[in-house]
T-cell receptor, first 115, second 112 residues
Framework: ELKVEQNPLFLSMQEGKNYTIYCNYSTTSDRLYWYRQDPGKSLESLFV?????AVKQEGRLMASLDTKARLSTLHITAAVHDLSATYFC???????????????FGQGTILTVHP | EAQVTQNPRYLITVTGKKLTVTCSQNMNHEYMSWYRQDPGLGLRQIYYSMNVEVTDKGDVPEGYKVSRKEKRNFPLILESPSPNQTSLYFC???????????FGPGTRLTVT
């Protein structure tokens, strides 16, 4: 069974600081997604990481994937209040097998950025 | 405008009364999926569909049915809802599993 674990689950940051959210998963996969959810809203796709070593950046967020370590990171640079949200990683289970549509989410990291 | 729509957005119903939550996308996406979101349990996949007439179970399919007769629609059917199906439901679609998913606005279901 694929397990996806994020840490930290709660993150309180000051504006201007840097931090990293970690996403570990338990079985082989080469496809990982990051999503953002604002309170009371739906999910918004941030990044799709498709191979080992993939790195993507958008604004103050940068995501990377290390399939050998089964680890993805979401790095926040110089945080601003607008980044306050819940961030989820999600991993495709069995990306080469017959269950390549199955997706397992991490628990989510609630990020709060303070002035 | 490219979007995923869900109806209804809010629904309160009683145990055992069959209901359908509709999901429609206008992006000609092949992949569609249903999720439920519960406090403390996060997001869990219910069913997904790789294309018309191709559906498969996610992590929590019990008590749900789906069908994919047309590419744009992927309804979620609860034949006999129970209180443990009270949840926030999201439908999503994408061009395929290598692409980002677009999520619908969510349906908040309460079963009493």
């Amino acid at each position: 069974e694929l397990k996806v674990e994020q840490n930290p689950l709660f993150l309180s940051m000051q504006e201007g600081k840097n931090y990293t959210i970690y996403c570990n998963y338990s079985t082989t996969s080469d496809r990982l997604y990051w999503y953002r959810q604002d309170p009371g809203k739906s999910l918004e796709s941030l990044f799709v990481l498709l191979s080992n070593g993939a790195v993507k950046q958008e604004g103050r967020l940068m995501a990377s994937l290390d399939t050998k370590a089964r680890l993805s990171t979401l790095h926040i640079t110089a945080a601003v209040h607008d980044l306050s949200a819940t961030y989820f990683c999600a991993v495709v289970r069995d990306s080469r097998g017959t269950s390549y549509g199955k997706l397992t989410f991490g628990q989510g990291t609630i990020l709060t950025v303070h002035p | 405008e490219a979007q995923v729509t869900q109806n209804p957005r809010y629904l309160i119903t009683v145990t055992g009364k069959k209901l359908t939550v509709t999901c429609s996308q206008n992006m000609n996406h092949e992949y569609m999926s249903w999720y439920r979101q519960d406090p403390g349990l996060g997001l869990r996949q219910i069913y997904y569909s790789m294309n018309v007439e191709v559906t498969d179970k996610g992590d929590v399919p019990e008590g749900y049915k789906v069908s994919r007769k047309e590419k744009r629609n992927f309804p979620l059917i609860l034949e006999s809802p129970s209180p443990n199906q009270t949840s926030l439901y999201f439908c999503a679609s994408s061009q395929g599993h290598y692409y980002e998913q677009y999520f619908g606005p969510g349906t908040r279901l309460t079963v009493t």
